[in-house]
């Protein structure tokens, strides 16, 4: 029963340690390797996560099941080399030797130090435990948000803003002043809206309290966001009876997403410049990113510059390749509240990366 227990065991770490090393790689490197495992992020990110989590039971009862074997391992690994000798009988000398009638003396050696045998087995397990730990390292990493600068840094709100993770797919932030940012509404509309600033100032603000909900699995609560609700631009706009879609592409024409008509136009989807009272900074999508509080990071696009309404869905940049769906509400991924998060327009407060 022991025997065919460590066995389960030990298929269970292989196989999970396998699943852990590809879905680490591919979400480290989706680019390159979404294409060759197909498949979404959202799905290798669940792999990656019970794989990661049964290759830690599984060790955990494997060293539990071999406690003692470990246990001396360990201390003879840890003996000094000195103690390793075990005290042995005198050497045979020429007199009692049992050679003696043949007139021959038999040297016999000293024991040899008694240490574990380093085995191929045991270095394929050392090694794929250090790989396990630099996949893990590597993701949590990817994950932890990120300061910049030593020293004690600032606290409050202006640290919880430095640590919120940045991830960009386009060179952003972009350069240019604040005041001669445009942002535009064209396709299927009535009447196409060019609005600079003193005409985007003009227009009724709204302000709204939400979480902010990234895909990669963190979260930053209570942000405050203020600005103008999409829904306001498009009644400018006035979308025709074909319009089903609003595409919000970025500055720098590499990254776009899509919402339907409807979740364009929700009471709480805002093209924000305002955060936490202050001006949006750049790294987070300034002077105008879209906060869709129903939808994951990866669709509040940053930097936005066009909204454009179309017949059919356009394909986001994370979309491509089935990378994530075109729609990431919060609900489905076991959040609550109301903000979104995710990678848009690059990742993360992300969006042209969202992020």
């Not at 339907?260 to 790294?283: K, S, V, Y």
Request: hydrophobic share 45%.
């Amino acid at each position: 029963m022991r025997r065919t227990t460590s066995l389960f065991v030990v298929l269970a770490i292989t196989v999970a340690f396998l699943l852990t090393a590809v879905s680490g790689l591919v979400l480290y490197m989706p680019g390159r390797l979404l294409p060759v495992f197909h498949g979404s992020l959202l799905g290798w990110r669940s792999i990656h996560d019970w794989s990661a989590l049964v290759l830690t039971v599984a060790v955990v009862v494997h060293v539990a099941l071999n406690r003692r074997r470990v246990v001396e391992m360990f201390s003879r690994l840890l003996r000094p080399a000195g103690s390793m000798q075990s005290s042995s009988p005198a050497m045979p000398g020429p007199a009692d030797s049992p050679s003696q009638d043949l007139g021959m003396y038999v040297e016999t050696a000293p024991p040899a130090e008694h240490r574990p045998r380093f085995t191929r087995r045991r270095f394929l397990a050392l090694a794929a435990g250090a790989v396990a730990a630099a996949i893990a390292a590597l993701s949590l990493d990817r994950g932890s948000f990120r300061s910049s600068g030593g020293g004690p840094g600032p606290s409050g709100e202006a640290l919880r803003l430095q640590n919120f993770p940045v991830l960009n797919v386009e060179n952003g932030p972009p350069e240019g002043a604040v005041a001669a940012w445009v942002v535009e509404v064209d396709g299927l509309v009535e009447n196409k809206v060019r609005l600079d600033r003193t005409a985007w100032l003009a227009l009724p603000r709204t302000q709204e309290t939400r979480d902010f909900h990234c895909v990669e699995g963190w979260s930053v609560a209570d942000l405050g966001w203020e600005g103008v609700r999409v829904a306001e631009l498009l009644s400018l706009a006035k979308p025709q009876a074909t319009g089903q879609f609003v595409s919000f592409h970025a500055y720098g024409t590499t990254y776009l997403d899509t919402l339907t008509l409807a979740e364009a136009q929700a009471p709480e989807t805002l093209l924000a410049d305002t955060l936490d009272g202050a001006p949006l900074p750049a790294d987070h999508g300034g002077p105008l990113r879209l906060v869709v509080p129903s939808q994951l990071g990866y669709k509040n696009v940053k930097w936005v510059v066009r909204l454009e309404v179309t017949e059919t869905r356009a394909v986001g940049y994370w979309e491509q390749d089935g990378a994530y769906p075109a729609e990431a509400p919060v609900a489905s991924s076991g959040r609550s509240g109301g903000a979104a998060a995710g990678r848009s327009g690059a990742i993360g407060l992300f969006a042209p990366g969202a992020g």
